[in-house]
């Protein structure tokens, strides 16, 4: 074989040799494993992000209720029950 026939011939097999190595990884289905992994993780980035907006929500709250408690008792009832005032 000559030098520019054997460039050619190495040149062609390792294209060859690309794509059987990348047909699978391009055609490939996902199998159920994988899909069930990807719901799982979605489902756990979007519960952390309800808890903390869930966390925020009932701190607000926590605090209205903590001023109207001390606007509507005593001083001395809101210190022994523990009312915070803000």
């Not at 055609?27 to 719901?39: A, G, L, Q």
């Not at 701190?59 to 005032?85: F, G, W, Y």
Request: glycine share 2%; aromatic share 6%; with cysteine.
């Amino acid at each position: 074989m000559s030098k520019p026939g054997l460039i050619a011939f190495i040149l062609i097999n390792h294209r060859i040799m690309l794509i059987i190595y990348l047909i699978p990884i391009i055609f490939r289905k996902p199998n159920i494993f994988d899909n069930m992994i990807s719901i799982m993780e979605k489902y756990a980035c979007n519960l952390e992000d309800l808890v903390q907006n869930r966390t925020v929500q009932l701190m607000e709250e926590k605090k209205k209720t903590d001023a109207l408690l001390h606007r509507m008792l005593p001083p001395c009832v809101c210190l022994k029950s523990n009312v915070q005032i803000f």
